[in-house]
């Protein structure tokens, strides 16, 4: 399956995400965020850093889940600004 590259703007979206999570991660290590979301650490890492810029819905509901953070929390933050 070839997946379509994303635009510029997808991409920023993605780092906002991964900004969000590290800052709502505080001082905890992402391999007990991660452990406490069902996730491996190597997926939050990718995340975190962009190099995963669309994870699934329920990968990030486990996260905000994880991290006390509320889906409309993240939409409001991570969300591309009206054109």
Same mark, same amino acid.
């Given at each position: 399956?070839?997946?379509? #590259? ?46 995963? #810029?669309? #994870? ?25 600004? #009206?054109?």
């Amino acid at each position: 399956m070839v997946r379509t #590259p994303l635009t510029p703007e997808e991409r920023e979206r993605g780092e906002r995400l991964g900004r969000l999570l590290r800052a709502a991660r505080g001082g905890r290590s992402m391999a007990d965020v991660a452990a406490s979301a069902g996730l491996s650490a190597e997926t939050l890492r990718k995340i975190e850093t962009g190099r995963a #810029p669309t #994870p699934a819905f329920f990968t990030v509901a486990a996260l905000a889940r994880a991290l006390g953070l509320s889906m409309d929390e993240i939409v409001e933050r991570c969300a591309l600004a #009206p054109v």
